[in-house]
């Protein structure tokens, strides 16, 4: 009697076997080991206490935001390096309009994300119909509004800032809403944290659980076959476009309330920051894979870094030579595990 041989279409996998085809293990695993490095060395005691907590899920926070819907982009093919200058651009047009015009906050608030998504429309729509590489078009977006916002600043304050938001109507409510903080202990946690995981539920939620999440890995993985099924490449990819501006105008509009004014040159650098949380989260550069929940664990990583150098009394200019290990690092394990998980049949 002749042996049947088991069909490996519908071979069950095992559990091994899916987390390491889950694209932030890696990020996950590099998170851990960065935590319990940076405690071993902590001078302090504090880092891994409430202080500590509170300390670097502050700095975590704004980046995983942005970070999550920029790794989206980036699963979808595609780039923004406007991202960092648009937190600057909307914070200040948000206080502009407030402190120099005399609107409401509220309707500031408003008319900045309304901005935003404009600006996304406008990336994504050259991309699209010019095919030119959005790290281009993003690049020329990134010098005109870095320009705007020396030129427009100096021009209605004198100043190279926007100061006294917090004198304006409506003010009290959207601090409470995008600005505020809660006691845990002895020690302030920000209300950035619980937008951050409402961010990275949302975003987890849309790619997993939607048919839009299904176009943009689609988008991202191979367009010409996406479009032959009949995936919408063109509006998936605007749409991302405005989603990522959209986030980085929030991450503005907290900044300025927050602060209660905002500098020219605020957000200048932190496009990659953004991008390489969601590379250190798991998310292939080339597109078509990757994840929200890593990204936010990328962020997470660079919020422990940022935390733990200075608790550990290192020379703090060694934070950049850390990232970029980290960054290396995290692309290779990436690398190992996705070729590991191929390889693995069961």
Not at 313 to 332: M, N, S
Request: without cysteine.
């Amino acid at each position: 009697m002749a042996t049947q041989t088991k069909d490996e279409r519908v071979a069950q996998t095992s559990l091994a076997t899916k987390m390491l085809q889950r694209p932030e293990l890696g990020a996950l695993i590099g998170a851990a080991v960065i935590f319990f490095l940076f405690w071993s060395v902590d001078t302090t005691g504090n880092f891994a206490g409430v202080g500590g907590t509170a300390g670097w899920t502050d700095i975590a926070a704004p980046i995983g935001i942005i970070a999550v819907f920029v790794a989206l982009l980036m699963i979808g093919g595609e780039f923004d390096l406007s991202t960092g200058v648009m937190v600057g651009t909307s914070g200040l047009m948000a206080g502009l309009l407030a402190t120099e015009y005399g609107l409401n906050i509220w309707v500031a608030i408003a008319i900045v994300f309304v901005f935003a998504l404009l600006v996304g429309f406008i990336n994504g729509v050259i991309v699209v119909k010019t095919g030119l590489p959005s790290f281009i078009v993003t690049l020329a977006t990134f010098f005109v509004l870095r320009g705007a916002n020396l030129a427009v600043t100096k021009e209605l304050t004198g100043t190279v800032r926007v100061a006294n938001v917090e004198d304006t109507a409506g003010f009290d409510t959207a601090h409470a809403i995008f600005a505020s903080k809660t006691m845990i202990g002895t020690s302030n946690f920000q209300v950035s944290i619980l937008w951050w995981v409402l961010a990275t539920i949302f975003a987890t939620w849309l790619l997993s659980r939607t048919q839009f999440g299904n176009w943009i890995f689609a988008s991202g993985g191979d367009k010409n076959a996406a479009r032959n099924a009949g995936v919408p490449v063109n509006r998936t990819k605007i749409t991302l476009f405005m989603m990522s501006s959209l986030a980085s105008a929030f991450v503005g509009v907290m900044f300025v309330l927050r602060l209660q004014g905002m500098q020219a040159g605020q957000g200048v650098g932190m496009e990659f920051f953004y991008i390489i949380a969601a590379a250190v989260g798991g998310t292939l550069l080339m597109g078509g894979a990757g994840s929200a929940i890593g990204a936010s664990i990328g962020a997470a990583i660079m919020g422990i870094a940022d935390i733990g150098i200075p608790y550990a009394l290192w020379d703090q200019d060694w934070r950049w030579t850390f990232i970029g290990v980290i960054l290396l690092a995290a692309v290779l394990v990436n690398t190992y595990i996705g070729k590991k998980a191929k390889g693995s049949k069961r």
